[in-house]
């Protein structure tokens, strides 16, 4: 079955550290990792998009890395603001369907002052 | 958002009764999706469409129907609502063109709907 997992659920960390989010997937084939952000009360957000030929995509003070043979990704964030407190989601593409998307539940990130 | 408006944002309605949420995009973008959100789920797929009249559906479909006769409308409607059916609804549009063929998918600020 075609499942993205994020790990951890949910982090607090102080402001101004750095954290790093987690996803593991089992969709096959696979075409593209896309990393979402979500702010409380909206709509999410993209990130990166990554296909499997790239390992590293940088966001300002975010970085999402791929590792297709593991089937692993990461979110690393640097120096975290306060206006990093958000869902981080993983989200991965079938490559049947560019169009449809499998979701990951998210990360729920809090940074404290 | 994109150019996408969702309404209305917020309803409270009873069990049984017909609902209807609208999904408008100003951009003329052929594809646009219905998701449903719920805590400790992804985003999971409701229906989507690819044109003026061609829909298809999603991963949970059951209990839903859609409508799109203009490109710029998507209305998702719950012919008998139940409480299951208590969830943000997100709508979503397909915008092409990155590289290697990629699209991407933006997002309305969503409906809060709470079924009693």
């Known amino acids: 079955k075609n499942q993205v997992e994020q790990s951890p659920q949910s982090l607090i960390i102080l402001e101004g550290k750095n954290c790093t989010l987690q996803?593991?997937?089992?969709?096959?084939?696979?075409?593209?990792l896309r990393w979402y952000k979500q702010d409380t009360g909206r709509g999410p957000v993209s990130l990166t998009i990554?296909?499997?030929s790239e390992n590293t995509k940088s966001n300002g003070r975010y970085t999402a890395t791929l590792d297709a043979d593991t089937k692993q990704s990461s979110l690393h964030i640097t120096a975290s603001q306060l206006s990093d407190s958000a869902s981080y989601i993983c989200?991965?593409?079938?490559?049947?369907?560019?169009?449809?998307?499998?979701w990951g539940a998210g990360t729920k990130l809090i940074i404290k002052p | 958002d994109a150019g996408i408006t969702q309404s209305p944002r917020h309803k409270v309605t009873e069990t049984g009764t017909p609902v209807t949420l609208r999904c408008h995009q100003t951009?003329?973008?052929?594809?646009m999706y219905w998701y449903r959100q719920d805590p400790g789920h992804g985003l999971r797929l409701i229906h989507y469409?690819?044109?003026?009249?061609?829909?298809d559906k999603g991963e949970v479909s059951d209990g839903y129907s859609v409508s799109r006769s203009k490109t710029e409308d998507f209305l998702l409607t719950l012919e008998s609502a139940t409480s299951s059916q208590t969830s943000v609804y997100f709508c979503?549009?397909?915008?092409?063109?990155?590289?290697?063929?990629?699209?991407?998918?933006?997002f309305g600020p969503g409906t809060r709907l709470t079924v009693t």
């Open positions: 979503a549009i397909s915008v092409g063109g990155l590289a290697g063929g990629i699209y991407e998918q933006y």
């Open positions: 951009e003329n973008h052929r594809y």
């Open positions: 469409s690819y044109g003026v009249k061609d829909t």
């Open positions: 996803c593991n997937y089992t969709v096959s084939p696979f075409s593209n």
């Open positions: 990554m296909t499997f």
């Open positions: 989200v991965v593409s079938h490559m049947d369907s560019n169009y449809q998307l499998i």
